[in-house]
């Protein structure tokens, strides 16, 4: 899928005035459709976390809060961010069933997090949903390098692997903290 973005007659693109007022300069933002799933996923989750936001705004919980920001932060702006930019840096085609495994992975494994916290207290078996959950964002995190092998070295590419990581090495430590 391309995205044309033209600027309008007129425009510069810069803040000093540097720029073609032809409108001929072009950006194209090249992506496959299969990274628009975890776009709209990460999306729906952040309009669910505004959802519950309002909904538990006179009485939020501990866990209303949390949930809120795992929605938001991983749910939403990591699963976009990772969705797109695996699109884009994707060098090589991608079967479906990698795409489709790694947003499985992914979803339903932040679902069981989030089930799992959400039932603390409630069920002597909530802890292993969580580790459940947060063991399926290891394959999750694999597939979503692999979505990216051969990629052209670059800060994006960097920036992508960074974002990886800190989702690896956050797990295991939210892990021990759903013990505590």
């Given at each position: ?72 932060l991983v749910l939403g ?104």
């Open positions: 899928m391309d995205r044309d973005v033209r600027q309008p007659a007129g425009a510069t693109g810069a803040a000093d005035g540097v720029g073609a007022a032809d409108g001929r300069e072009t950006v194209t933002l090249r992506f496959p459709r299969w990274s628009l799933a975890f776009v709209a996923a990460g999306v729906a989750a952040t309009m669910g976390a505004g959802i519950l936001a309002a909904a538990t705004a006179s009485r939020p919980s501990e866990f209303t809060v949390w949930a809120t920001a795992y929605l938001v702006v990591v699963q976009a961010a990772l969705g797109l930019a695996a699109g884009v840096l994707a060098a090589r085609p991608v079967r479906a069933a990698v795409v489709a495994s790694a947003f499985v992975l992914f979803n339903a494994g932040s679902a069981l997090v989030i089930t799992g916290t959400g039932l603390d207290g409630v069920v002597g078996w909530n802890v292993a949903l969580v580790d459940v959950g947060g063991v399926a964002l290891i394959p999750a995190m694999g597939l979503f390098l692999y979505l990216v092998r051969g990629a052209r070295s670059g800060v994006w590419l960097h920036l992508y692997r960074v974002v990886v990581a800190v989702i690896l090495i956050s797990m295991p430590i939210g892990l021990i903290l759903a013990r505590v």
